[in-house]
Structure formats: C-alpha cells, structure tokens
Nanobody, 114 residues
Framework: QVRLVESGGGWVQPGGSLTLSCAAS????????MNWYRQAPGEKREWVGG???????DYTDLVKGRFIISRDNTKNMLYLQMNRLQPEDTAVYYC????????WGQGTQVTVSS
C-alpha cells in the first residue's frame, strides 16, 4: 500500500537550517509530482511547495528563496531543505502525493524558537 514517512524534524533556533526527508513506497514514486505541506497549531494545512517528476519546483511566496525541494527517484525519497528558519515556520510538515486520492505521511514536527 502507499506509504509516506517523514523524518528530520526537530527544534532549531531562528536563522537555522533543517532538512526533512520523506520515504515513499507502494507506488511509482518517480512518475508522480510530490508536495510538502505544513500545519501550524490552530491553522489550516497549507501548501509549502511541490516538485514535478523531472525536478521542476514551485513554492509558496512565504518560503520562496529559503526552502528547497528535491527528490531522488532512485531512492524514492523526497526532501525539504529549510534555511533561514523563522518562528512562523513552526508547524508539522507533511509530504503528500495525489494518486486519485490524496495520500499523506504522519508528519514531522518543526519548532523554531530561541
């Protein structure tokens, strides 16, 4: 079955960096666009950015220039490199794929504070 497992979250000080990973299985990872979303406490889940099967990326303006999405189709892995993190980036981060229905991982917590 489809499985997405995020990892790499944690606590980081403002201005710091963190890289999240998403291990995908159960579907043809290399041919599907992938997305990162996040959900802060009390807020709706929001789209962070996405990557096509060939590596083209797009981001919400909130993270453009700070976050980088990449993928390794040989390892079925999705990544989110987050730089210059700010407290407002604090959220649970999810990877997502649409295969007819939306599939989500369990999420990984990122906390940015001093």
């Amino acid at each position: 079955q489809v499985r997405l497992v995020e990892s790499g979250g944690g606590w980081v000080q403002p201005g710091g960096s963190l890289t999240l990973s998403c291990a995908a299985s159960g579907f043809g990872f290399s041919i599907f666009p992938m997305n990162w979303y996040r959900q802060a406490p009390g807020e709706k889940r929001e789209w962070v950015g996405g990557i096509t099967r060939t590596g083209a990326t797009d981001y919400t303006d909130l993270v453009k220039g700070r976050f980088i999405i990449s993928r390794d189709n040989t390892k079925n892995m999705l990544y989110l490199q987050m730089n210059r993190l700010q407290p407002e980036d604090t959220a649970v981060y999810y990877c997502q794929v649409k295969l007819g229905s939306d599939y989500w991982g369990q999420g990984t917590q990122v906390t940015v504070s001093s």
